[in-house]
Structure formats: structure tokens, C-alpha cells
């Protein structure tokens, strides 16, 4: 199958996983009822739909991100999560909350996305020239930073309301989310996301090294900005919105490779639906758990990225990533 | 198309890399620069690359200020071979010779144009056989003429190449330095930082000698490769001669005794 099949493909399949996640339930809604003026209705509108929307868009920005940071580090174990960008992300949501920042138009979603962007800042800082794995050592410094942080400021949150307001919407999850989040949020992570989609020919160029792409008259000083700015809105916003969805940028773009081939910007587009695959998919597949409460998506992310993650790390050390 | 160094230093910090370098490149030539370890090769290079920004003098193409340049513009006329032949991702031969094509892209795809360059560039190195084979699956030999196969895709005034014989056999590096010298035959320019001073004496039109961040002679293979200058330079006693094909060779009899 050539490239361009392969996509189109990709395509079908995100179709499917959002109509999936449209109807997937408790209670299954088929189109039929999507417009209809009854219960099935008003679920389909104020939940079902949101919550897919949300799914694909997140799914597709943490699949983007992780193959834009894989290329851009040239370390195949990159992504929001390993390298403590969630965390920085959820840190800032979380100072917002207890800031009161969060009342504020935008005041989460501007928190959250510095949060993201920073760490990237910081992350360049202290691993620059530390190699594939000072760049996951930087990463596991951050992430366990602004989780201590994020722990003591729930530690001194004012009420236990508050407390327990935090912690669950740091849990991640698509559930509950309305309309009005999902259009706050849309604008930065498309903004986000059409940044990351313009580094391709950059991310090709560094195959050849940071002075082999310069040579080419790749400016790596904007790109690097491109990089902070894109990662920092996307992920910002989608972390703001749903909390921490961990792995899907590990696990994807590994996949996506296998079918692809190795070039970066081939596999930006693809990472980004397979991303929205995934997400979506798991996302239904919890909701059909028989059982009294739903598992949360960020739990059911981090129990299947953090073996992947412990694979990769393996084959990484044999030498064959 | 002329490329030239006036007056140029670089320092890191304290530390004098290259001091007062004055050089004219000339296009069609080979010219080779030689020096110890550390003595500023790459520095040089680098600068002439535009990757450095050197704090006094300059180097420019055709007049302008090469550190000045738009980096697209520049990579359109000057071309470099970066040390240690880097490559990340496990992609085809052909996909990373296309890379060459970088600065001349405009629209998403390949142009016609630029789908000849490759083509001619994959055909002038004999690449073409492993087009599709991923270029963490080559040989040494074979790596470093799809690396270089990528340099020639550019279609540039001037290749600079930083030590490309690194870690080749010698079947391998006499390909790659044929190679360049063909490009010379075609009226670019090629300046390369080479280790290997028999080499340098086959192949060179032109020879920089740095010693210490000075430019300690240059011009001829005769007029450069000197045994005092190599004594000064190297510490080594050898001497230049003609073997019985007319072939200037250079026979290194060991350091020089103090």
C-alpha cells in the first residue's frame, strides 16, 4: 500500500472511532436519536458529543507532539509525558486553580500552556548536549518536580473541596466536559497544531545533525521557538482541559514508524490521526467496563504506556530503536 | 564566485581558535587544509559554512558577508559535509539525498528539478543501487557516498567537507576523493579538512597549513609540504618525492629527533 492509501486509511478509521465514541455507553445512542428531542438526545448533545470532540482533538495533539519532539530531540523516547511536559502543564493548572487564576477568562488555559512551554525551555537548558538519554533524565527530573510541587499545593489547598476539585481533573479524563470548554480550547490547540505541522521539512533536515540542518539554511533558534510555542499551546490547552492523558505521544508514533518508515515529517499527519484512534478508541472501550464507576482515560493511558515505555527502553538499550 | 577569508579571528571565550586567517578559495580547485589536532581546521570550516560567527574579519561569498546571508541563500551556494557522517532516523538512501534539495524547495513536493538533482546526484556517486535500502543498513563506504551523494543534490558553487575520510577504508576514501575532485573538474569549488597528508599531496591544487589558530603557509603542494615546515608543524621528519610514474608521494620517516 503506498502512502497516500495508507492515510486515507488512517482517515477511515479516526471516522470510525469518532462515530464509535459518539455512540459507545451505557446506554447506546444511534444516529437516529442524535437529533431527537428526548433523553438519548440530550445526552448525544450535552455529553456524547463534547466528550468525542474532545477525545479526537486531544488524541491527535499529544500524538503530534510526541512524533514533532521525537524528531526534534532525535530520541525516540520522547513525548509530553516522559519529558515532564504534562506535568509542568497540569503544575500550572493547578497553581491557577488555587490562585483563584482559573475564574479568570482563560486564566487556566494560560497557566497551563506556560506551564507546558516552559518546561520545554527548561528541559533544552539542562540537557542540552546530554545525549538521547540525558534528555529523559532532564524529563524525569521535571515531571517529578512539578508533580512534588503540584502535591504540595494540593497539600495546602484552602478547603477540601477544593482539594478534591483539583485532583480530579488532574486524573484526566474526556467525561463532564461541556461544550463551551471544548470551544475554549479548540482555537489554541489548532493554532498549536498548525505550528507543529510547519516544522516537517526542519524535523527531515536534522536526520543529518544540528550542523547538517544549518548547512541546509535551517534556522534552528526558530525552530526551537516553533517547537516551544506549538507543544506549549496544544498540549497546554489540552491538558488544561481534560488533565494529564499520558503515552499516547510515546506509543504512536512508534507504531505509525513501522507502517511509515522512519522519515519525521511522513509521520506527522498519520501520529496525529492514530493519535485521535487511540484516544477515542480507549476512551469507549472505558465506558463499556461493566462496573460502578468508570476507569479514568489518564489511569488506562498510564497502565498501557508505562510497560511500552519499559519495552522500549529495553530494545533502546540493546541498540535497536 | 569567489569565497574569501579577510582578517579573521574566532575565540571561545578566552581562548584564541583562529587569529589574522587571510585566504582566497579559488573555484575549480581542490583546497585542502591540514593541520595538527586542534589547530583550528574545523573552526575555519565552520566559519566558512556560516555555522560560526567569527568576532574579527569575516568570511564572504562573491563580497557578501557569508554570517549576513539569508541561511537559505547561503545554502543554496555553499554546501558542507558535516563530521562524524550523523544520521538519526533509519530512512531510505534516496529520501536523505533528496535533504539536499532543502533550501531550493518551495512547494511541498519535489520539483521535476529537483527530482533530476537527486537522480544525478545518486548516479555520480553509484548510490543509485541502494536507493531504497535504509541508510542505517549501509556499509561505512557506502554511508558516506550517499552522504556526500547528498551534498552534490544542493547543485552548489562550493562544498566544504569537514574530514570525510573518517573511519573509511582506503578503497573508500580514494572514491570519496575522486569524487570531489570531479566536482572541481566541473568548476566548483571544494575545501576539505583532511588528516591524511598523502592524500592531501595526491589530490590538493591548494593547501592551508594551520599550526596553533595561524595560517603557517599556504599555496602549492611544493611550495607547503616542506620538510622544515612539517618538522615545525607536525614534529615529524618526512620529505616529498617523485616515484617512478611522476606521482609526487611523501615518505614519513618518523618524529623529529630533538
Given at each position: 500500500m503506498n502512502t497516500r492509501s495508507l492515510t486515507s486509511f488512517l482517515l477511515l478509521l479516526t471516522l470510525a472511532a469518532f462515530l464509535l465514541s459518539l455512540m459507545a455507553g451505557k446506554v447506546w445512542i444511534w444516529p437516529t436519536s442524535w437529533a431527537a428531542d428526548n433523553a438519548?438526545?440530550?445526552?448525544?448533545?450535552?455529553?456524547?458529543?463534547?466528550?468525542?470532540?474532545?477525545?479526537?482533538?486531544?488524541?491527535?495533539?499529544?500524538?503530534?507532539?510526541?512524533?514533532?519532539?521525537?524528531?526534534?530531540?532525535?530520541?525516540?523516547?520522547?513525548d509530553p509525558t516522559v519529558l515532564g511536559v504534562s506535568a509542568s502543564a497540569?503544575?500550572?493548572?493547578?497553581?491557577?486553580?488555587?490562585l483563584g487564576l482559573n475564574l479568570l477568562p482563560f486564566g487556566l488555559f494560560a497557566c497551563a500552556m506556560l506551564g507546558a512551554g516552559s518546561s520545554i525551555l527548561l528541559l533544552l537548558v539542562i540537557s542540552r548536549?546530554?545525549?538521547?538519554?540525558?534528555?529523559?533524565?532532564?524529563?524525569?527530573?521535571?515531571?517529578?518536580?512539578?508533580?512534588?510541587?503540584?502535591?504540595f499545593v494540593i497539600?495546602?489547598?484552602?478547603?477540601?473541596?477544593?482539594?478534591?476539585?483539583?485532583?480530579?481533573?488532574?486524573?484526566?479524563?474526556?467525561?463532564?466536559?461541556?461544550?463551551?470548554?471544548?470551544?475554549?480550547?479548540?482555537?489554541?490547540?489548532?493554532?498549536?497544531?498548525?505550528?507543529?505541522?510547519?516544522?516537517?521539512?526542519?524535523?527531515?533536515?536534522?536526520?543529518?545533525?544540528?550542523?547538517?540542518a544549518r548547512s541546509l539554511g535551517i534556522n534552528l533558534v526558530r525552530l526551537q521557538w516553533i517547537i516551544v510555542l506549538g507543544?506549549?499551546?496544544?498540549?497546554?490547552?489540552?491538558?488544561?482541559?481534560?488533565?494529564?492523558?499520558?503515552?499516547?505521544?510515546?506509543?504512536?508514533?512508534?507504531?505509525?514508524?513501522?507502517?511509515?518508515?522512519?522519515?519525521?515529517?511522513?509521520?506527522?499527519?498519520?501520529?496525529?490521526?492514530?493519535?485521535?484512534?487511540?484516544?477515542?478508541?480507549?476512551?469507549?472501550?472505558?465506558?463499556?467496563?461493566?462496573?460502578?464507576?468508570e476507569v479514568r482515560l489518564g489511569i488506562a493511558m498510564a497502565v498501557l504506556g508505562a510497560p511500552f515505555f519499559l519495552l522500549l527502553l529495553l530494545r533502546y538499550r540493546r541498540g535497536n530503536v | 564566485m569567489t569565497l574569501t577569508v579577510r582578517n579573521l579571528g574566532f575565540s571561545y571565550g578566552q581562548t584564541c581558535i583562529l587569529d589574522a586567517i587571510d585566504v582566497t578559495f579559488e573555484a575549480g580547485k581542490f583546497t585542502v587544509i591540514l593541520g595538527p589536532n586542534g589547530a583550528g581546521k574545523s573552526t575555519l570550516l565552520a566559519c566558512l559554512a556560516g555555522l560560526l560567527e567569527p568576532q574579527i574579519g569575516?568570511?564572504?561569498?562573491?563580497?557578501?558577508?557569508?554570517?549576513?546571508?539569508?541561511?537559505?541563500?547561503?545554502a543554496r551556494h555553499i554546501g558542507l559535509l558535516p563530521q562524524g557522517a550523523e544520521t538519526h532516523w533509519a530512512i531510505p538512501s534516496e529520501a536523505?539525498?533528496?535533504?539536499?534539495?532543502?533550501?531550493?524547495?518551495?512547494?511541498?513536493?519535489?520539483?521535476?528539478?529537483?527530482?533530476?538533482?537527486?537522480?544525478?546526484?545518486?548516479?555520480?556517486?553509484?548510490?543509485?543501487?541502494?536507493?531504497?535500502?535504509?541508510?542505517?543498513?549501509?556499509?561505512?563506504?557506502?554511508?558516506?557516498?550517499?552522504?556526500?551523494?547528498?551534498?552534490?543534490?544542493?547543485?552548489?558553487?562550493?562544498?566544504?567537507?569537514?574530514?570525510?575520510?573518517?573511519?573509511?577504508?582506503?578503497?573508500?576514501?580514494?572514491?570519496?576523493?575522486?569524487?570531489?575532485?570531479?566536482q572541481?573538474?566541473?568548476?566548483?569549488?571544494?575545501?576539505?579538512?583532511?588528516?591524511?597528508?598523502?592524500?592531501?599531496?595526491?589530490?590538493?591544487?591548494?593547501?592551508?597549513?594551520?599550526?596553533?589558530?595561524?595560517?603557517?603557509a599556504q599555496g602549492s603542494v611544493e611550495d607547503v609540504i616542506t620538510p622544515a615546515n612539517l618538522a615545525h608543524v607536525y614534529g615529524i621528519d618526512a620529505n616529498l618525492f617523485k616515484d617512478e610514474e611522476g606521482t609526487i608521494q611523501l615518505s614519513i620517516k618518523g618524529k623529529v629527533r630533538l
Amino acid at each position: 500500500m503506498n502512502t497516500r492509501s495508507l492515510t486515507s486509511f488512517l482517515l477511515l478509521l479516526t471516522l470510525a472511532a469518532f462515530l464509535l465514541s459518539l455512540m459507545a455507553g451505557k446506554v447506546w445512542i444511534w444516529p437516529t436519536s442524535w437529533a431527537a428531542d428526548n433523553a438519548d438526545g440530550w445526552i448525544f448533545l450535552e455529553l456524547r458529543l463534547p466528550r468525542a470532540l474532545l477525545g479526537l482533538c486531544i488524541g491527535a495533539v499529544l500524538g503530534l507532539s510526541g512524533a514533532v519532539l521525537q524528531g526534534y530531540l532525535r530520541n525516540p523516547l520522547a513525548d509530553p509525558t516522559v519529558l515532564g511536559v504534562s506535568a509542568s502543564a497540569a503544575l500550572g493548572g493547578v497553581g491557577a486553580i488555587y490562585l483563584g487564576l482559573n475564574l479568570l477568562p482563560f486564566g487556566l488555559f494560560a497557566c497551563a500552556m506556560l506551564g507546558a512551554g516552559s518546561s520545554i525551555l527548561l528541559l533544552l537548558v539542562i540537557s542540552r548536549n546530554g545525549g538521547p538519554i540525558g534528555f529523559i533524565l532532564g524529563g524525569m527530573v521535571l515531571s517529578t518536580l512539578a508533580g512534588a510541587l503540584t502535591a504540595f499545593v494540593i497539600s495546602i489547598a484552602p478547603n477540601p473541596f477544593a482539594a478534591s476539585e483539583i485532583i480530579n481533573w488532574l486524573m484526566g479524563a474526556l467525561t463532564d466536559r461541556l461544550m463551551a470548554d471544548v470551544a475554549t480550547a479548540l482555537p489554541f490547540m489548532a493554532l498549536g497544531v498548525a505550528l507543529l505541522f510547519s516544522t516537517g521539512r526542519a524535523l527531515d533536515a536534522l536526520t543529518l545533525g544540528e550542523n547538517g540542518a544549518r548547512s541546509l539554511g535551517i534556522n534552528l533558534v526558530r525552530l526551537q521557538w516553533i517547537i516551544v510555542l506549538g507543544v506549549g499551546l496544544a498540549v497546554g490547552a489540552s491538558v488544561a482541559v481534560s488533565g494529564v492523558v499520558g503515552f499516547v505521544g510515546l506509543i504512536i508514533p512508534h507504531l505509525i514508524r513501522a507502517i511509515y518508515g522512519e522519515q519525521p515529517s511522513q509521520i506527522l499527519l498519520p501520529s496525529a490521526l492514530g493519535g485521535a484512534i487511540l484516544t477515542l478508541v480507549a476512551d469507549s472501550l472505558l465506558r463499556l467496563l461493566p462496573g460502578p464507576s468508570e476507569v479514568r482515560l489518564g489511569i488506562a493511558m498510564a497502565v498501557l504506556g508505562a510497560p511500552f515505555f519499559l519495552l522500549l527502553l529495553l530494545r533502546y538499550r540493546r541498540g535497536n530503536v | 564566485m569567489t569565497l574569501t577569508v579577510r582578517n579573521l579571528g574566532f575565540s571561545y571565550g578566552q581562548t584564541c581558535i583562529l587569529d589574522a586567517i587571510d585566504v582566497t578559495f579559488e573555484a575549480g580547485k581542490f583546497t585542502v587544509i591540514l593541520g595538527p589536532n586542534g589547530a583550528g581546521k574545523s573552526t575555519l570550516l565552520a566559519c566558512l559554512a556560516g555555522l560560526l560567527e567569527p568576532q574579527i574579519g569575516n568570511a564572504s561569498l562573491n563580497g557578501a558577508d557569508i554570517i549576513r546571508m539569508a541561511p537559505t541563500t547561503r545554502a543554496r551556494h555553499i554546501g558542507l559535509l558535516p563530521q562524524g557522517a550523523e544520521t538519526h532516523w533509519a530512512i531510505p538512501s534516496e529520501a536523505l539525498v533528496a535533504l539536499g534539495r532543502i533550501p531550493h524547495m518551495r512547494g511541498a513536493g519535489p520539483s521535476a528539478d529537483d527530482r533530476e538533482a537527486i537522480k544525478a546526484a545518486m548516479s555520480a556517486t553509484a548510490t543509485e543501487g541502494f536507493a531504497n535500502r535504509p541508510v542505517t543498513r549501509l556499509s561505512g563506504g557506502e554511508r558516506a557516498r550517499v552522504l556526500l551523494a547528498r551534498v552534490l543534490a544542493g547543485e552548489l558553487d562550493w562544498i566544504l567537507a569537514d574530514e570525510p575520510l573518517a573511519n573509511l577504508d582506503p578503497g573508500f576514501q580514494l572514491d570519496i576523493l575522486a569524487l570531489l575532485q570531479r566536482q572541481t573538474e566541473a568548476g566548483k569549488g571544494v575545501v576539505a579538512v583532511l588528516h591524511d597528508l598523502q592524500y592531501a599531496v595526491r589530490f590538493a591544487d591548494h593547501i592551508l597549513l594551520l599550526h596553533e589558530g595561524s595560517l603557517f603557509a599556504q599555496g602549492s603542494v611544493e611550495d607547503v609540504i616542506t620538510p622544515a615546515n612539517l618538522a615545525h608543524v607536525y614534529g615529524i621528519d618526512a620529505n616529498l618525492f617523485k616515484d617512478e610514474e611522476g606521482t609526487i608521494q611523501l615518505s614519513i620517516k618518523g618524529k623529529v629527533r630533538l
